[in-house]
């Protein structure tokens, strides 16, 4: 029942915001020299248009004319990049007493060395994800030798 009241719920929102004949012209500004001006009208009002802020973070002023129903969104992405040849951790990897037997599965021990080498006196995480070659499965008993 609740699925049928939701979908009744949409259906009269979207009726109540629908017009056959839309057009709004969204404007972001700044105080930078910047400006982007959007227009949704019924042939893209379904189409993602997008585009990056100069200067985060920063003001900007929306401005939206016309009639109809538009959605905005802001996403803020970061990442910090490490100087080059300045990298947080070290890892090595080595495999181990690999055998082959003719009647009998391959196996060999996969050996992951890794050292935080930042300048500060510990790093808040690591996670290190190991990918198995396809048809290999870890030894249970292997994993929990992991530290």
């Known amino acids: 029942q609740?699925?049928?009241?939701?979908?009744?719920a949409l259906a009269a929102y979207g009726?109540?915001?629908?017009?056959?004949?839309?057009?709004?012209?969204?404007?972001?500004t700044s105080k930078k020299p910047f400006e982007k001006?959007?227009?949704?009208?019924n042939e893209n009002r379904l189409l993602l248009q997008q585009t990056p802020l100069p200067e985060v973070?920063?003001?900007?002023?929306?401005?939206?004319?016309?009639?109809?129903?538009?959605?905005?969104?802001?996403?803020?992405?970061?990442?910090?990049?490490l100087p080059k040849g300045a990298f947080g951790f070290l890892l090595s990897v080595e495999t181990?007493?690999?055998?082959?037997?003719?009647?009998?599965?391959?196996?060999?021990d996969i050996v992951l060395t890794s050292s935080y080498t930042g300048k500060r006196?510990?790093?808040?995480?690591?996670?290190?994800?190991?990918?198995?070659l396809s048809g290999f499965v870890p030894v249970k008993s292997?994993?929990?030798?992991?530290?």
């Open 37 to 41: 001006v959007f227009v949704v009208n």
């Open 57 to 81: 973070p920063g003001k900007y002023s929306l401005t939206v004319n016309g009639s109809g129903c538009i959605f905005m969104q802001t996403t803020l992405r970061y990442n910090i990049h």
């Open 15 to 28: 009726e109540a915001t629908y017009k056959s004949a839309t057009q709004n012209r969204v404007k972001i």
């Open 2 to 8: 609740d699925t049928v009241i939701a979908l009744q």
């Open 96 to 108: 181990s007493n690999a055998s082959c037997p003719p009647d009998g599965p391959a196996k060999f």
């Open 121 to 132: 006196s510990s790093s808040n995480m690591l996670i290190i994800d190991v990918k198995m």
């Open 142 to 147: 292997s994993l929990d030798k992991v530290n």
